[in-house]
């Protein structure tokens, strides 16, 4: 699990350039772990962190995509 922010801004930084990097990039949960070989919490709060900042969106199919369509 994350234990330092400074290591969680790393985190952020990484995904948030991968979903800008590749448009339309719809990813679940699982697909998120595997990708980055994060642990549930880690990814957990990864992902609630990008959702709340309003980066990300989660799908109907609880998939995790870029909040402003790209």
Known sequence: ???S????AEWLRLIRAEYAE???????????????GLDAPTCDALLDRLVTDG???RTRTVGYIRADGR
Not at 5 to 8: G, I, L, S, T, Y
Not at 26 to 35: D, G, N, S
């Open 1 to 3: 699990m994350i234990t």
């Open 5 to 8: 922010e400074p290591r969680m």
């Open 22 to 36: 590749s448009p339309g990039m719809a990813l679940t949960k699982p697909q998120v772990q595997r990708l980055w």
């Open 55 to 57: 980066y990300l969106r």
